[in-house]
Every structure is written in C-alpha cells, then in structure tokens.
C-alpha cells in the first residue's frame, strides 16, 4: 500500500506496531485462558509458535518465502478485477489461489503465515510459556531451551519468514505500481 502511494510512511509506522501489539495481545489472550483452564478444551495448540525446517539454506527459504508472497498479494489484489472484467465471479479468487497459499516455503512443507506479526506473537508466548514452566533450570530438557526440537534452537532461524513476506510485500507493490497502477 505504501509503495502504490495509497498510504504514507507515518500511517504505516502507526499500522505496524498495531497489529503486532493487537495480535500478541490476543495470544496472551488465549495463553491465560488456556493456563487458567477457562477454555472449554484443555489443550490449545493453536497458540504453539510455527516452527519452519532449517534443512534448507536461509536465503533458499527467504526467496521462496518473498516470491509465494509477493505471487499471493498481486494475486489477490489483481485478480479480482481481471475476474470482474471478464464477467467470472469473484469468489473464484480464493479458488484459483489456494495452491499458492498451500505452497510449501521449507523443507516440512509449511506454508507461509503471510503474517510476520502473528509468527512473532507466538513465538514470544511460547517464550513466555517455556519460562513460566522450567523455574529458570532446564538442564538441556528441550521443552526447557534445550537443544531439542521445539526450543530456541529452532525458533531462531525463523527470521526468513518474518522478513520474507514484509520484503514479498515490498515487491509486489512495486510490481502493482508499476503494471497494474491505480487509476489517477
């Protein structure tokens, strides 16, 4: 939006810190809820932080991460009118970009968040979680920040995919400014 010119730099710089704070918000939300056994199940996987394979070089990862974001956002902001142009409902959007939004961007076959935000956001509750549970020790226990699946080994390498789609948004605005402009 801000590279199309629809948004400044300072809307921009109040829209960010929203949405993280309103996400990781809400996550602590469901975290409390989940700790307090005030939710009608007891175990909420939902809040458990993505974690992305590391089999795959960083920047192998990072690309794939910013082009199946910058393919999704053209798509989503282009076809539509080039659906609506051509008499074709514009449901069928989300039909034809179902196989980009599953396509895997690491070695598991995980597919993007599209939402740096929300990564971050569980990813600082589970941190949270993981303290509040292992009384500052661990003792190599990978639920503790051990060297186990699950634990800060893992959770650092996620850097790829929290730049990646800030950085595929970033292109895809250039790619709309560019051969799909606003009309002026």
Not at 38 to 59: G, Q
Not at 116 to 143: E, F, I, K, T
Request: proline content about 5%.
């Amino acid at each position: 939006e801000m590279v199309m010119g629809r948004i400044t730099f300072q809307e921009l710089g109040m829209c960010i810190p929203v949405h993280v704070s309103c996400t990781l918000s809400t996550i602590k939300a469901f975290a409390y809820l989940e700790e307090k056994n005030i939710w009608w199940w007891t175990d909420l996987s939902a809040i458990d932080p993505i974690v992305y394979s590391t089999h795959h070089p960083w920047i192998v990862d990072l690309i794939r991460e910013v082009l199946v974001t910058t393919f999704f956002v053209v798509g989503l902001l282009v076809l539509p009118e080039l659906l609506t142009l051509n008499h074709i409902p514009r449901w069928m959007t989300m039909f034809l970009l179902y196989p980009l939004y599953n396509f895997e961007v690491d070695a598991n076959g995980q597919s993007s968040t599209f939402a740096p935000n929300v990564l971050y956001s569980l990813v600082a509750v589970a941190h949270d979680r993981q303290d509040n549970s292992c009384d500052g020790g661990g003792g190599g226990d990978a639920a503790c920040g051990g060297s186990g699946d699950g634990g800060d080994d893992d959770v650092t390498f996620q850097f790829t995919h929290m730049i990646g789609p800030l950085l595929g948004g970033v292109v895809a605005g250039h790619i709309m400014k560019k051969y799909f402009p606003d009309d002026s």
